[in-house]
């Protein structure tokens, strides 16, 4: 028994309730989502959390992913900025450490937010054995389901799992080859497992195995993009779109068999006009699964800001129907993010999700019209309170100094508004 | 006689040279574009200037703007503002100040700097009525006449001139009313005149004087957008594009019978979903004009980050063929931006002027190209050289003390990148 159980059998449970509300539709909308595979709420029977849907008719939602790989790690500064991601807006957290005592650290997470949290449990296989056997290579079978186990019972809610990095994509990726090589780490880490073994993939060859775990502790699968591009030149090639396949086919009978609510990854890199069809191949594939884009990143010469290449690329893929967008901080490609990049990362993403949601969804529109009323009337108490970052607006206003109390930029004793305001009456 | 008739007779100009050069295109193809209009090279016989083409085909451009309007002006601090967009990669600069001094202060820009200068002389013409006699209503025609021939010896390349806000558009704003009234300072005091005074606006009314006064000393003409939307739900209304449409007839006047160079101003505040449409539109109406886009914001909630906001819309008219793209600071709306917002402005356009590039001419992917195959290679020096913003890269980068010294970010000893280059050769 699952929430999908539930939604298939008609059952409107308290979680859909919630969601219904949160969002302004109809529960029986959300049921129907939930049962037919359009929607997901992320449950674990471990953890109380704030309650969070993702999928079609839904606001866009927002990830931030922490984590440090380091064996040197600061264990409360992860705690902070989990803390941080929340207080900054984001829907869930992605907590990918696998440093120091990384399950001891999750633990403290979960424990210090009340969102949702995801992780990679393959992470905790292959560096388990690395540590035990001396190479990734010797990962194991059990390494992984306990893995998996292990993680479900900290509380996790949703898991990215590389199901689809099977034998037939391996041979699109060998044939193909890649111009920036592989940059997912389940994807690098399985697919050298892969090779040097010369087996299958265990999350793809014993998937019925890999669902009935996730089953029992009531895991939302969401489908790792191990073959997503990590250049603009390697986007929507054949090995991602082989992936893409394979995954969507676990999706179908994750949720149709065993009642699993399922999130499917999207890449990576991806060129501004490749984005929308990536949505829309992707949703056609899948059958309609929420669809989970980690960035796109819709070019490669940003480094230092690509939370903006990104926020480029996921409000376009927002607009095109996409559910869920993982953030990037400026600090990707170059280091791991701190505290100042949760939070600029997370901010950012809320943008894109809003211009997103702007097209998915006109009343999303309401917002802006209150806004545009607030500076038509030079309200600035009510235009800080209608930001979405009020803290920065505030604090810009106060320290660039503006040329006068009510004028909104450039304009100062002859700010448009205020003649227009007073020449003639256009307000609506 | 200006690079219009010269390109028209056929004759390819030493400008046209240095453009196709840059551009990587045949001199015939500028000397075309500008013949027909799809292509401006801003001159001035007043001042030497770094060439720079603004048209179809070539590489999106960006404007900076700057300029205070309080009569506290800190002069020195303007001048510093221009070299530093200049530094940080503007193609052209827009002084727009109004308080103190400003045309002294304007004199100064211009000397400090290479860029060709663009400035919206209307303002000259009404803050000088309203310091002589109270209010700007009482402009007279001679004012713009003359701030116009005075702005333009000071070495102006191009003015932002309103000439498309006639009686016809006053008629259609007033039908249809405002949420967000009018943000276009030009438009603000130009309507307000002309309802005023009962009169139609002298720079429509006499617009062939105009143009001689512009083609005798060179000046590229950009239709003032003064009706362009400040709010999300007054974008591409009638009183926008009734004004594009006068503006447009007025770009082909000017080009055809003055033979000037003419650019065409756009919106706004424009809806991701409409951003595409707005481009297409203005080129259908203008025939192929250069087209200058003042931003687009693509949402109203985002004041402290409006450079992102506009990131997102500019980047996506620029794939859509938008030529030109005024920078957005994250001061806008709030302040006036200080010298690090000028330079977040620029950095912040000059990404999305490429990743629109990069769908309307696919070479310019091969920088992306080149940090795909540096990421691959672990190739640090190769990378920081590659980036936009390689200064800000390298900050990152020593300050967030990566884990590893070849590691990209996140994965530290278990770099993805570096696992797959030792496990197979995919390198492409």
Redesign the interface.
Known sequence: MTIVTDAKNGKITEEMKIVAKEEGKDPEFIRRGIAAGRIVIPMTPYRDIRICGIGEGLRTKVNA?I????DIVDEEMEVKKAKAAEAAGADTLME?G??GDFLGIRKKVCDAISLPVGSVPL?QA??TA?KRDGS?VHMTEDDLWHATEEQAKLGTNFMAIHTGINNIVLDR??AH?????????G???M??WM??NQKENPLFADFDYLCEILKEHEVTLSTGNGMRA?????ATDRAQIQELIINSECAQKAHDKYDLQVIVEGPG?V???EVEMNVKLMKSMSGGKPFYMLGPL????????D???T??GA??SA?AGCDFLCYVT?????????LE?VVEGV??SR??A???D??KNKES?N???A???A??DLDWEK?FG????EE??R???S??????ED???????????K???K??N???
């Open positions: 992913s984590g440090a790989s380091s990918l696998t440093g992470y292959f560096i690395a990734i990726l060998k080859g890649r111009f920036g090589g592989l940059c997912s780490r994807g690098a880490f697919s050298t090779l040097h990590g250049a603009i030149h390697d890199h060129p501004l006009d819709v070019s490669d010469i940003g480094a230092g800001r939370h903006i290449v926020a480029i409000a376009t607009a400026p600090a990707e490609h170059l280091a791991l993010p701190n990049d901010k950012t943008i894109a809003h211009v997103g702007m097209v529109r917002w802006d019209l806004m545009g009323r500076r038509r235009m209608l930001c979405l970052d920065l607006a604090e810009i206003r320290s660039r100094a503006p040329e006068d004028a909104c930029t450039m304009c100062g004793d002859f700010c448009a508004l003649i227009v305001n020449s003639y256009l307000a609506k």
